[in-house]
């Protein structure tokens, strides 16, 4: 079965200062790996996503993330965060073919921007 | 443009009621999914419809129930409201086949509040 697990459930960084949120999961086959933002009391936005190719994806809003296969990580970073990145961010995994993408989500890590 | 809209985007209720939730994209993808986000923000699929047909069913009480009468729109409806059912709701769409497959847009998503 496939899993996500996200083991920082809160973060708290200073403006400008660098962010790494960690993700990693557990698929059976070649992942298709996401991470979503949700700002409060919206939806889920795409910041980016990896399936094959360059390890280091790039995003919107400066974000990149990195795929590790030898250690099952996905992890999300940033150089300079900025107050409006106060969000909570969700890793998800899930299958690249078949007729649906069973989405597999992490529990979120909720950042928290100090100015 | 609305790429995934929700309507409506609160819904508060009585136990034992019957409602009914809307979603609709824009984006010309052929798969639609609901999504349920419990009060310590999980994620967890419930349905997906592929060119309004069924093909994720997960472990849901029979009291929901899926409608999509075209690959534009899929409906929820939920009979016999439970204080459980309280939660968000999120509609998302992909397009499985082509490029970009199974890359999830999600809507702004439905705060249900039974009481």
């Known amino acids: 079965a496939q899993s996500v697990t996200q083991p920082d459930i809160h973060i708290t960084v200073s403006e400008g200062a660098s962010l790494e949120l960690r993700c990693n999961y557990s698929?059976?086959?070649?992942?298709?790996l996401f991470w979503y933002v949700q700002s409060p009391g919206q939806g889920l936005q795409l910041l980016l996503k990896?399936?094959?190719?360059?390890?280091l994806v790039q995003g919107i809003k400066g974000f990149e993330a990195e795929f590790k296969r030898s250690q099952s990580s996905f992890n999300l970073r940033k150089p300079s965060v900025h107050w409006s990145d106060a969000a909570e961010y969700f890793c998800?995994?899930?299958?690249?073919?078949?007729?649906?993408?069973?989405?597999?989500f992490g529990t979120g890590t909720r950042l928290q921007v100090t100015l | 443009d609305t790429a995934v809209s929700q309507t409506p985007k609160y819904l508060v209720t009585q136990m034992g009621n019957d409602k009914s939730i809307k979603c609709e994209q824009n984006?010309?993808?052929?798969?639609m999914y609901w999504y349920k986000q419990d009060s310590k923000k999980f994620l967890k699929i419930m349905f997906s419809?592929?060119?309004?047909?069924?093909?994720i069913n997960e472990t849901v009480p029979n009291r929901f129930s899926p409608k999509s009468p075209d690959k534009a729109h899929l409906n929820l409806h939920i009979n016999s409201l439970e204080l459980g059912d309280s939660a968000v709701y999120f509609c998302?769409?992909?397009?499985?086949?082509?490029?970009?497959?199974?890359?999830?847009?999600f809507g702004p998503g439905t705060r249900l509040t039974v009481l």
């Open positions: 998302a769409s992909s397009q499985v086949r082509g490029g970009n497959r199974n890359e999830q847009f």
């Open positions: 698929y059976g086959a070649t992942p298709y």
């Open positions: 990896y399936f094959s190719g360059d390890t």
């Open positions: 998800a995994v899930g299958p690249y073919t078949g007729t649906a993408s069973k989405l597999t």
């Open positions: 984006l010309g993808h052929d798969t």
């Open positions: 419809y592929n060119n309004k047909e069924l093909i």
